[in-house]
Structures are given as structure tokens and as C-alpha cells.
């Protein structure tokens, strides 16, 4: 058995009916030329001999002297977790939508590992999508994004075996210690890395008992504005995703001096600002965004390896610009803040920071003094094409979490030339979620506009309406 990291624990202590604690990924594919009208079929038959699975798919969580572990599934069954669906007539990427809507508001059952797949068939030309979701407490973001991305070939005529049917030897399931053994561990790795930890929770409680300066761009927690978005929520969602080209995006920021997470940053912030407009709902102060950041790449530990940075989005500056200006000094500062310190001091300092958003929530204070007013994370992908059995994965989305008082959850991620944006709400309490693709698109012209004198030539493509690469919620209840 192996014993689960406080951070790890957390989303399992967190998750209740109205707030399920597992991420998913949603993939769009074309079957290979020449596929008959069977080849969802064959494949799934394909995988129906795969009646085992490997860590972390075989995992399951126990709770042991107030702890919880992972251990293996003696009694696995294939045929809980993998799912074969079909779409209702006519079939178009709204009814997909209103299905991902619907399972992702489904908890996973905690007799069993975290984790559910499905293939749904029925969109025009033959096309499939694959919905994967998998519990937090397993993988965060980047892990989740690796492991989908792990799974798939690189070239159309290799297949490779499912995903729960993989080695994953960096996942840190895959390690087995007796329970133990595995708290005195922990207690021993807590004890040494306390030099890092102390000044990391005494930064982050700095972050939330000093004043805001207000002519800084600088965010500190809990001087973000109750907005619609920070209450508490139902258990249904709503999802609405669309895609971008990198190279778009690119531009915008080689002409505006930012980086390409500014640029995103500064895109959903015009969305949100024109969302708010039409709600009559905007704040005089700025929104602020809670943004995880990997710490992967200063670790081979598995699990959730994550920081946050808050960025002042400018959400009252109507100038396009100047929001994304300040937007670009906000995470400079952030960023430079970060830089200076260990993994562990980013962590603690982090998770401290925005500690008291838990008794926010038990006594309902979120709602007038949140911590931050949305998340926004930006997950990295895979460059080059994948396959499916030799069916060409097109498109990528991500469905994250929403949290009372944290009704928005706005998640990209790259894939090739393409970012997929994927925003995942409560359908009460954030309604019009589909009116965000909208804004979004607003908010990339108006950035274009007042760059335009500075934007390099882009090389021009074809444009065909009907493969235009678009997907919304749908309006139907769950």
C-alpha cells in the first residue's frame, strides 16, 4: 500500500455531492480511411481483453488510522469502468456536450479505483470522442495530461494497449509500503523538509494578513470582489470548449511583449469582464485568478505537484492593452516571487495562502470575501500528432473542477498548433456558460485590433465553415 500526500488526501476530505474532485479529458477523433462503420466496435472488443489493469488504474482509496492509502483492486471489473455510449440523433458536437455535462457531474464510486472511460460514437463522418475521467487525488493536471498522452502512438499504424493496461513507472502508486512504515516515512520526510515548509507557511500567512497596495498590479489573496461566480453550487454542470490556434496566440504576445500564458490570461479575462457586463455583475476592482503551476520539472515525485501564483486579471480596465500590460506585471511579479524559493516553500507557501478559504466556506464568508474569483490553468500538451488505433486524434479539451464558491473552472490545453480551451461551471449558478465562446472570441479580436500596426503577417489557411473547429454546451438539462 502506499500512503497518500497531505495534498493528495485533501481532494478526497474535500469532495462531497455538489463537489466532485475528478478531472477528465474529453478527445475528438477521425477513424482511419477506409474504417467501416464497425471500427468503434472492433475497437472496443480490442480492449475488452485487457480484463486487467495496472497502477494507478487499479488502485483504490482506504482510510486507515486517518489516512488514506492506495491499495490494489482484487476484484476489478472491466466493465464498470469502461463505458461504450452512442450519441441521440443528429449526432452534432452539442449533443456531445450535453453528455460531458452529465457525467462529469457523477461522482466516482470509492469502492473502486477513481476512474471512468468512455467512447461515444454517433458524430458526423464517422468521427468518436473518448471521455476520460480520473480523480484528483490520483493525478493533477499535468499528470493526467502526460499519462493521456503516454497512451496514444505517434504514428497511425502502431496500436498500443488501453490506457489502464500501461506501465506508468513514475506514478507513485506504483510504489508499495506497509501503512507503517509509510506514516513514519512521511513524518520523517515532513521533519527534514521543514526548513523549506516554515518560511513557506510564514510567506503565505504574510500573503493574507498584509495590506494591497493599490497601485500595484501585485494579487494577494482575499482582496478579490464577490462576483456571481464565488457562491455555493448544485452538483450539475455545464461544459462549453473551443479551440484556438497556437499561432494566433503567438502573435498577440510577440507584439505585446508576453508570454503565451499572458496572452490566455488576458483573453478569458476580456470574456469574463463582457460576461459580468451582460450579467450587470461587474465589480470595480479586478477579478483575480488563482493559477496553478507544475512543479513537476523540479521533482520525479508523482501526485499533485503544484503551486499557485494569483494574477490581478484587470478586469476594470476597458482598454484591451493595458489589461493585458497589467496582467504581464502582475505574473512577472508573481513569478519572480516564486523563483527565489524551493519546491517545498512554493508548495506550503501556496497551500498556505489560501488556507482559510476553508473556514470561508464552512461559515459562508466566501461568498462576500473571496479568496480569488476563479481558476484559470494552463496545461501543457503534446506537440506532435496522435493516433488511436490508427484513428487521428483531432481535438482536445479539458474538464476540471468546480468548487463552492469557485463556480467557473476555466482549463487549457495544448496540442499541437491548437489551445483548448474548456470551461466547466455550475449550470445554476453560472448560467449562459455557452455565451463565454462568444466572448472569447470578442476578447482575441479586440487584443488584435489594438495590436494591429505590430502583428507580424499571419500565413493564410482555408476557411471551412463546416469543420470549423467549435464545440458549446448544450442548453438541455442533465
Avoid at 502506499?2 to 474535500?14: E, G, Q
Avoid at 504576445?253 to 508570454?259: F, I, P, R, S, Y
Avoid at 469582464?273 to 520539472?297: D, F
Amino acid at each position: 500500500m502506499k500512503v497518500l500526500s497531505p495534498t493528495d488526501s485533501a481532494f478526497l476530505w474535500m469532495e462531497t455531492r455538489n463537489q466532485p474532485m475528478h478531472v477528465a479529458g474529453l478527445n475528438i477523433y477521425s477513424p482511419p480511411p477506409g474504417a467501416g462503420p464497425h471500427f468503434v466496435s472492433q475497437l472496443l472488443a480490442g480492449w475488452g481483453r485487457h480484463l486487467s489493469a495496472l497502477p494507478p488504474f487499479n488502485q483504490r482509496p482506504v482510510l486507515r488510522r486517518g489516512l488514506w492509502y492506495w491499495e490494489d483492486d482484487t476484484e476489478f471489473e472491466l466493465d464498470y469502468h469502461l463505458r461504450h455510449l452512442a450519441l441521440p440523433h443528429p449526432g452534432r458536437i452539442r449533443e456531445l456536450l450535453a453528455m460531458i455535462s452529465r457525467l462529469h457531474g457523477n461522482l466516482l464510486d470509492r469502492n473502486r479505483p477513481l476512474w471512468e472511460a468512455y467512447v461515444i460514437e454517433g458524430l458526423p463522418q464517422g468521427r468518436f470522442a473518448t471521455y476520460t475521467k480520473i480523480h484528483h487525488a490520483l493525478v493533477d493536471g499535468v499528470t493526467g495530461a502526460r499519462i493521456m498522452a503516454e497512451s496514444l502512438a505517434r504514428t497511425a499504424d502502431e496500436d498500443k494497449p488501453p490506457v489502464w493496461a500501461q506501465v506508468y513507472s513514475r506514478h507513485p502508486t506504483v510504489r508499495r509500503e506497509a501503512p507503517a512504515k509509510g506514516l513514519i516515512k512521511q513524518l520523517a520526510s515532513a521533519a527534514r523538509a521543514g526548513r523549506d515548509i516554515l518560511p513557506g507557511v510564514a510567506g503565505g500567512l504574510w500573503d493574507i494578513v498584509r495590506a494591497a497596495d493599490p497601485d500595484s498590479a501585485s494579487a494577494l489573496p482575499f482582496h478579490a470582489p464577490p462576483t456571481p461566480f464565488n457562491v455555493e453550487i448544485s452538483g450539475s454542470r455545464r461544459f462549453a470548449a473551443q479551440s484556438y490556434s497556437l499561432a494566433r496566440l503567438k502573435r498577440i504576445g510577440e507584439a505585446a511583449g508576453a508570454t503565451v500564458n499572458d496572452v490566455t490570461l488576458a483573453i478569458c479575462a476580456g470574456a469574463l469582464r463582457r460576461y459580468l457586463e451582460v450579467q450587470k455583475a461587474l465589480p470595480r476592482k479586478p477579478l483575480i485568478a488563482m493559477v496553478p503551476v507544475s512543479l513537476h520539472g523540479e521533482t520525479d515525485a508523482g501526485g499533485n505537484q503544484v503551486s499557485l501564483l494569483l494574477a490581478n486579471l484587470a478586469t476594470n480596465l476597458r482598454d484591451p492593452l493595458k489589461r493585458l500590460q497589467r496582467i504581464v506585471q502582475s505574473t512577472t511579479q508573481a513569478k519572480e516571487r516564486l523563483k527565489a524559493m524551493p519546491r517545498l516553500q512554493k508548495m506550503a507557501h501556496g497551500i498556505t495562502s489560501i488556507s482559510p478559504m476553508g473556514a470561508g466556506m464552512v461559515m459562508g464568508t466566501s461568498k462576500q470575501r473571496p479568496g480569488f474569483n476563479v481558476v484559470i490553468s494552463n496545461v501543457p500538451g503534446p506537440k506532435h500528432t496522435l493516433y488511436l488505433n490508427g484513428a487521428r486524434l483531432d481535438e482536445v479539451y479539458p474538464v476540471s473542477i468546480a468548487t463552492h464558491y469557485l463556480a467557473l473552472n476555466i482549463t487549457i490545453s495544448g496540442y499541437g498548433d491548437n489551445l483548448g480551451f474548456g470551461y466547466i461551471a455550475c449550470r445554476r449558478s453560472v448560467p449562459a456558460l455557452q455565451r463565454m465562446l462568444d466572448y472569447t472570441d470578442e476578447s482575441i479580436l479586440e487584443l488584435e485590433r489594438a495590436l494591429a500596426d505590430k502583428l507580424t503577417p499571419a500565413t493564410p489557411a482555408p476557411v471551412k465553415r463546416a469543420t470549423r473547429k467549435r464545440v458549446m454546451a448544450s442548453r438541455a438539462r442533465p
